[in-house]
């Protein structure tokens, strides 16, 4: 059985989403490859935007989610701390 | 490791300060490390990791300067009357007690959740003045960490993972052939070389954790 994601590996699983579409990402592409329901999805972005990480724009009056330098930063001492933790076998 | 202070040649002390010293900055680099992790995430078991590692440290520091007042005052005391064991006794001694508070923190970041959480009190036990007693406690918790760990490494296979088992594993014969000192001195050579070996594998995934 997998265990229940944290919200830093949700906030993790988004990111890393966001960047592999090249750093936009529509909210039903996030929504599906996070594999989130919408209200959290709602929610998570929300923090995401508030702590400055991700910031919505618009493009061809579609909705996207792009990261932020702030973003870029975090998912690289995300990374480091993914390796660092597994490589001890503790989870986050 | 007492009992030896006579019979390793003087040079050896210079060294093991030179290894202890080094393992005392691999240990701080982990703690380094676990504590930015930790900062970010607010995760226990990284709180764990990051205090362990520091009291490692701590305690190889205690060593290094063990070891290297030794090696500067041995003649002296060889001359004189004045016996050295008593100070070279306190400073194992101290090293006893920050070791054992380290592993004891290393195996709380492997226990569940639920047993990690009741745990709040650490007993430090006051009876290491033998070392006998000391290594044989590091023997049993490093025992449970590598069980821990290997079962890690088996599941994600990864080569980092594999290297923090491969640094455990040599914790514990460094403390097992430490045991065995007083029936050989190649022990304490053997043991000391087997640290390094561990703490440079402990570097290696830290470079490959932060630069790869």
């Known amino acids: ?92 | 490791m007492v009992i030896m202070i006579e019979s390793i040649p003087l040079w050896f002390y210079f060294i093991t300060s030179v290894i202890y010293s080094s393992s005392a900055i691999a240990g701080f680099l982990v703690s380094y490390f676990a504590f930015r992790a930790y900062k970010m995430t607010k995760n226990k078991p990284l709180m764990f990791l990051f205090l362990s590692f520091l009291i490692l440290g701590i305690g190889f520091v205690i060593l290094a300067v063990t070891n290297i007042y030794i090696y500067t005052t041995l003649e002296f005391y060889r001359s004189s009357s004045v016996s050295l064991n008593l100070l070279n006794y306190q400073g194992f001694r101290t090293y006893y007690i920050f070791s054992s508070i380290g592993y004891i923190l290393l195996t709380l970041m492997y226990l569940p959740k639920k047993v990690m959480n009741k745990l709040f009190i650490i007993y430090v036990p006051i009876w290491y003045a033998s070392s006998f007693n000391f290594h044989l406690l590091s023997i049993v918790l490093l025992l449970y960490i590598i069980i821990q760990s290997i079962i890690n490494s088996i599941r994600r296979k990864n080569f980092d993972a594999y290297l923090v088992t491969f640094a455990f594993i040599c914790l514990l014969v460094f403390h097992s052939l430490l045991i065995l000192t007083s029936f050989s001195q190649t022990m304490y050579i053997g043991a000391n070389i087997f640290l390094i070996i561990g703490f440079l594998s402990l570097l290696l995934m830290l470079i490959r954790v932060n630069f790869k």
């Open chain 1, 1 to 92: 059985m997998s265990e229940k994601r944290s919200k830093l590996q949700i906030f993790m699983d988004i990111l890393f989403l966001i960047q592999k579409e090249n750093g936009k990402a529509k909210p039903t592409r996030i929504l599906y490859g996070a594999n989130l329901s919408h209200s959290s999805l709602k929610e998570y972005l929300d923090d995401l935007i508030s702590n400055g990480f991700i910031e919505e724009v618009k493009d061809n009056k579609h909705s996207l989610f792009a990261l932020t330098e702030k973003g870029y930063q975090f998912i690289n001492e995300s990374r480091k701390i993914k390796r660092l933790t597994e490589a001890f076998g503790i989870s986050i």
